[in-house]
């Protein structure tokens, strides 16, 4: 019941933490109330991009002469979601929790509370309870689940989650969606193509954190599809009828009917039931976290939790710099938390990538001209039409898109790009490497991309930024 280090939270990030740690020779116990895996596994990233990425292979053939003349048919749903349940291994952990074994974790399974400092109870199904200690650190990876907005009849309306979108076992045949961040582009994107006929509340615009053009883009695209996007609408009202029909009333007088209602409009953190009263903290809210993702002493917060960036990728980066940084304590060597130290979480600042993988899908790492500029930076924005590059051409027939890249003038390095087109997802990671290295544009030039691929962008980029 002794263990060197307690992780509340066996999500894709606690799993890490407790991984490093345990290669680091120091023990470690998670306590899990759900699946061993965490959301991403089961209701997020991996179930989601399930569902879009049959769609978005037939688009593609589609988009081929040659190609398309076999692409006949329609898509198979039920393939589809045959699919998405096998990337969501069937809601079952086994497959994580035996990998947990083998790494040498010790797995509790209940729901975990804070009793006291370095203190974790662990109360099971059966309401039995262990009580955990932590030697080192107890590490809060307890993520964010589905925020619901206080909409009159909402509640009342059982209305969906991500968790309902990503699980779903059979396409409705109207879908209402709130909210046109993330969650709700993608997943009209996905749920039009898989036959709903879809309608995208979209009170603050499509994707409005990303750069203007590519709202645009996916706006355009999304109503290609047939969803019908209703920029600036607002529900105001929600109400499921007797025959299970949702009503939906918006702030401008309509009234829209659908069979589910999805709402995602954000995220609100697992902190409620965690016992953080007991530290003095205030149950419900986002963790606060100093730069070494320490809460107060004993206590740190990693991924969703603490806010910083809630994305798989950036939750485990945090994961390995902070097991590292408390193997290091541990063995009293030195934690570098200074920028770009071995044990920093820098990118979580100003190098954060993300895909959406909408149709057309957005890459983007840093920051966007509007936020560069609010950031004081003295920048200069260079745009270029990615359908014009030769490898865009050849991938697709009437290949669309566009790219960004904002500059540091000062510095003269890259701060932020973004790109919106057919498959750019995988363009990304050179953009993060030149974000992250900042790398000198004099220096970019000697970067040759190879001909004739989409990554000839970067060389029209420089090309319009000029020498
Ligand atoms: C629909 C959707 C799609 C997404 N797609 C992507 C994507 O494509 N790429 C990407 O990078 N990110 C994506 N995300 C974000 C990603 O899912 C999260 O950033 C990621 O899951 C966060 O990991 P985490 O470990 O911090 O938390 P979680 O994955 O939420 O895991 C936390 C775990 O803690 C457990 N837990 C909570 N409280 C307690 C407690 N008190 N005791 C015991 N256990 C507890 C939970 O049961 C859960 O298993 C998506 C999110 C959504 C909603
Ligand atoms: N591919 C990916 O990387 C991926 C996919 C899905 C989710 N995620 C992550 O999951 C998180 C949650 O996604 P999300 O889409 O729920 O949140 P979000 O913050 O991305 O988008 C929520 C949207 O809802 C709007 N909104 C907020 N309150 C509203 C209200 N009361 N009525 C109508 N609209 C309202 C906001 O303007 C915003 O555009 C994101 O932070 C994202 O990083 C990532």
Known sequence: MEYDVIVIGAGPVGENVADRVVQGGLTAAVVERELVGGECSYWACMPTKALLRSSSALRAARDL???????VGDLDV??????????????KDDGQASWLESAGIALYRGQGRIAGERVVEVTGADGTTSTLTARQAVVVATGSSA?????????????WTSRDAASAKAVPGRLVILGAGVVGS??????AALGSSVTLLARDGVLPLAEPFVGERVTESLRKAGVSVRSGAEAVAVHRDSAGTVHVDTADGERIDADEVLVAIGRTPNTLDLGLENL???????LTVDESLRVVDGLYAAGDVNRRALLTH?????????????????KGEPVETGRWGRHAVTADERAVPQVVFTDPEVASVGLTAAAAEAAGLRTRVVDYDLGAVAGAALHADGYQGHARMVVDEDRRVIVGVTLVGPDVAELIHAATIAVVGEVPLDRLWHAVPAFPTV???WLRLLEAYGR
Do not use: C, H
């Open 314 to 330: 950036q939750g485990k980066y945090q994961a390995r710099a902070l097991g590292d940084a408390i193997v290091a304590r541990a």
């Open 186 to 191: 993608e997943m009209a994107t996905a749920f």
């Open 147 to 159: 925020l619901l907005p206080d909409i009159p009849g909402l509640r009342e309306a059982e209305p």
């Open 78 to 91: 039920a393939g589809v979601l045959a699919r998405r349940d096998s990337f969501a291994s069937n809601w």
């Open 280 to 286: 003095g903290l205030t149950p419900g809210t986002w």
């Open 65 to 71: 002469p040659g190609a398309r003349e076999a692409a």
């Open 455 to 457: 990554s000839e962008i």
